[in-house]
């Protein structure tokens, strides 16, 4: 004989084999059950029908809710209907089992069970609204079900404060289990989930917006700075391997002395860096991108621009007076997104370094001038266009703006008076450019050069176009 592990499961099935026996056999029906009074057999009568008829209402809701939803139907986590059919059937079944006891066993009218049901429902509002409401809060949120398996939420309470962000682990009837940020187990019951705002990261798009907040000098262009926030955030987002949606920069507080930028950006979260380490690449990329251009570092006017020539490794042999002639010889150009600085096989003889915004590399492929592929992006501080400069060679790439950006422009004029002075500085030109072309190349794998004869054949290159 097998025993059921549940207790109430089993108590319930013998109750009901054994009222059944009875209720088939008419045990207990007598005349007297039906007669005005109560007497023995009516006593039993009474107790052995209604025992009958709600131990088998039980009996019956276990094997729908075992067989039925448990095994055929298999309810799914992510179900909103199915769990609020299942209760439905649980009280069609007792509310059913309580009609026929009324209406069959003590005989009574529709009427009189009408007014049983209110009694009984005055009686549960009046003594059981706190647990209903726990009860149903709880059953709203297992049928309504605003998240499964593997999403990332956010409990937000009725301040708008976040109390706690994580992945679901698993969750049923009475709690959720969530895998936090730091890798720690978390369990939530699932009778408190009314008092909070649910978001969830992993629900209508992939993507899911977050939001940086940064106080500049009001002194200083909106317009520029606009620029400068951009162009560092899409930076960030491209390193990230985030493509998909641009940054939004907006004005969002305005007092005396400074001004509050709000930055928008979406990620995907969790699925490669968490919120909180690409909020810290994006503010790093920030920083570093309005300190080049000398915003908020006691640096201003034209003195940032001259500190990013001087911090080029290309010319890191030049004198601050070289440095200074070079600069004011050069010349800032602005350009809008999406327009190209130099073409590929294009003839030229000057360098460019960025100030502001951000660049995209393109290189032509076998030949076909309608085939590119994207090879890198410049950041600002960094140069391109050097051969060209040195040696008269064709662009070698195509440099697209990604955003509004500012360059700076050294042309040859400027090299040749320096060259002219000091002859032996076109050796340590040769070895800088040697170096940058020799990584450029391994890059693109194309081959390897010994780094000897590049550099003589730069070195004479480059004497050759200055007529040295």
Do not use: C
Request: charged content about 25%; hydrophobic content about 45%.
């Amino acid at each position: 004989m097998i025993i059921p592990k549940n207790k109430f499961l089993a108590v319930s099935l013998v109750l009901f084999l054994i009222t059944l026996f009875s209720v088939v056999n008419g045990f207990f029906k007598t005349t007297h059950a039906t007669e005005p009074g109560m007497n023995m057999d009516s006593l039993f009568y009474y107790s052995i029908n209604i025992v009958f008829w709600l131990s088998g209402s039980y009996l019956l809701n276990t094997f729908i809710r075992k067989i039925i939803w448990g095994k055929i139907i298999k309810t799914s986590a992510s179900s909103k209907t199915l769990g609020l059919i299942e209760d439905l059937t649980v009280t069609f079944i007792y509310l059913t089992a309580v009609w026929i006891i009324v209406t069959a066993v003590f005989e009574q009218s529709t009427t009189s069970l009408l007014a049983l049901t209110f009694l009984i429902l005055l009686i549960a509002l009046t003594f059981l609204r706190p647990k209903a409401l726990k009860y149903f809060s709880k059953e709203f949120i297992n049928t309504t079900r605003p998240f499964k398996v593997g999403d990332w939420i956010k409990l937000i309470n009725k301040n708008g404060n976040e109390l706690i962000v994580g992945e679901v682990i698993q969750f049923d009837r009475m709690a959720i289990q969530l895998r936090s940020e730091k890798d720690t187990l978390l369990l939530f019951p699932n009778n408190l989930l009314d008092e909070f705002l649910i978001e969830n990261f992993s629900g209508i798009k992939k993507e899911n917006r977050f939001s940086l907040f940064i106080k500049l000098n009001a002194d200083l262009s909106i317009e520029r700075i606009k620029r400068i926030l951009y162009a560092s955030t899409k930076q960030a987002l491209l390193e990230l391997e985030n493509k998909s949606v641009q940054p939004q920069i907006n004005v969002s507080k305005i007092s005396k002395d400074t001004i509050e930028y709000k930055i928008n950006f979406w990620i995907a979260p969790w699925k490669s860096n968490s919120p909180e380490t690409a909020k810290d690449f994006v503010l790093t990329r920030i920083i570093n991108n309005l300190k080049i251009a000398g915003i908020g570092f006691g640096i201003s006017g034209d003195k940032h621009d001259f500190n990013i020539i001087e911090n080029v490794a290309l010319f890191n042999s030049l004198s601050k007076e070289e440095l200074e002639k070079l600069f004011s010889e050069s010349k800032k150009e602005f350009y809008t997104e999406r327009t190209p600085v130099i073409r590929q096989g294009e003839k030229g003889d000057s360098m460019y370094i960025l100030v502001e915004g951000l660049l995209k590399v393109f290189i032509r492929t076998n030949g076909n001038s309608n085939e590119e592929i994207e090879v890198g992006i410049i950041t600002p501080g960094q140069f391109f266009g050097e051969m060209s400069l040195f040696t008269g060679d064709e662009r070698s790439a195509t440099v697209i703006t990604e955003t509004d950006s500012i360059v700076l422009e050294i042309t040859k004029v400027s090299i040749k008076k320096i060259l002219e002075n000091r002859p032996q500085l076109v050796d340590e030109f040769a070895k800088i450019i040697a170096e940058r072309q020799s990584g450029n190349i391994q890059k693109l794998e194309f081959h390897k050069i010994k780094d000897d004869s590049f550099i003589k054949k730069m070195i004479a290159k480059i004497k050759s176009f200055f007529e040295l």
